[in-house]
């Protein structure tokens, strides 16, 4: 059938990355989740469609974001994708369930970018990067956001953020940009970002909208059965 062609036409990377064992926790559990509607138009007007679901534990260092819905699976990150960022492990942690082929990768990071990863920028600020509270606000699922407007040598947008503690999207988006070693800070501001609309100087979109939050309702995601490969492990 479809998928057992699917699942034969996928090229075989575990020689490439390697076979080193490969050690991560066998579960992260979370209480807290938004649910994203992301669309994506790239400068030739073509749109994509995905649903992103963010996750948020109590209180241990990691956060989850997986993707269970896509317009144009196949053209990019496969539908049921999950990542993992363990501050915990120094990990990047990267799963994918192809129509049951299950397969992961460990990223490792060094401790200087793990550092800039785990820090709340102490205050810093991108100078090439310009943020605006603008001092209006509206309701979003049922909280009080505030429109911050941004400019950058990149682009320009809107953000609606709430100041929920337990939904801090701004430093999961900090952690995200700011653990790539050729990005610069990019000081997302703090709490729950449940609105954004941004215009790269090439023309193309991105939209997120949450479309709903659960706080309190435990969430597990497990690793077993995923055959994981190292990229960086020593």
């Not at 790239?42 to 989850?64: A, Q, R, V």
Request: charged content about 25%; proline content about 3%.
């Amino acid at each position: 059938n479809q998928s057992e062609v699917q699942a034969e036409d996928m090229p075989d990377m575990s020689g490439f990355f390697g076979n080193n064992t490969v050690e991560v926790p066998e579960e992260f559990v979370f209480i807290n989740s938004i649910l994203f509607l992301m669309t994506t138009t790239d400068k030739k007007g073509e749109n994509t469609k995905m649903k992103m679901k963010m996750h948020f534990p109590d209180e241990d260092d990691y956060f989850g974001m997986e993707i269970t819905e896509m317009s144009n699976a196949g053209q990019g990150m496969p539908t049921n994708s999950i990542i993992i960022f363990d501050n915990r492990n120094q990990q990047m942690i990267t799963m994918v369930d192809n129509q049951g082929q299950k397969m992961g990768i460990a990223m490792k990071m060094d401790e200087e970018t793990m550092n800039k990863y785990s820090d709340k920028n102490d205050g810093e600020e991108n100078e090439n990067v310009n943020w605006e509270k603008t001092g209006k606000t509206k309701d979003i699922l049922g909280y009080t956001c505030e429109q911050y407007i941004v400019n950058s040598e990149e682009g320009n947008g809107e953000f609606w953020m709430s100041d929920q503690d337990d939904l801090d999207i701004g430093n999961a988006l900090n952690r995200m940009a700011n653990s790539q070693p050729d990005n610069d800070n990019v000081d997302y501001p703090e709490g729950a970002m449940l609105e954004m609309n941004y215009k790269m100087k090439d023309g193309s979109t991105m939209i997120w909208e949450a479309i709903e939050i659960e706080i309190g309702k435990t969430h597990s995601i497990k690793t077993t059965g995923y055959q994981f490969m190292s990229l960086g492990q020593k």
